[in-house]
């Protein structure tokens, strides 16, 4: 399994509501994201800065059942008012960060 993150960010003033969307979280995006392959998926935040992590065995698999996803398309509607989104036009999907260390 390999691990992968994103940096997203939350617009000024949403910052709780961005907390309780997730807390909230849809149970039909749940069960996608653990259908994509998605495990130990954990979004951090710190002032407007979004940190997610998240591994997975394909990631292009894992990338494409979720960009196709109906749940997903609406998950995004409904968050968009509220995130600075930076998506990677060929995937559809937030920009990966580069591992600058790693120690097990």
Avoid: C
């Avoid at 940096?7 to 949403?14: I, K, M, Q």
């Avoid at 998605?38 to 407007?48: A, C, E, K, S, T």
């Avoid at 996803?69 to 937030?94: C, H, R, V």
């Amino acid at each position: 399994m390999k691990n992968y993150a994103w940096v997203l960010e939350v617009r000024p003033g949403y910052e709780q509501e961005y907390k309780k969307r997730h807390d909230e979280i849809w149970p039909e995006m749940v069960k996608m994201l653990s259908e994509a392959g998605l495990r130990n998926y954990n979004i951090f935040r710190h002032g407007l800065t979004l940190f997610g992590y998240f591994e997975t065995d394909d990631l292009k698999k894992s990338i494409e059942h979720i960009v196709k996803s109906e749940i997903n398309k609406k998950w995004g509607e409904y968050m968009s008012d509220i995130l600075k989104a930076d998506i990677d036009p060929k995937t559809n999907f937030p920009y990966l960060l580069p591992i600058q260390m790693h120690l097990d």
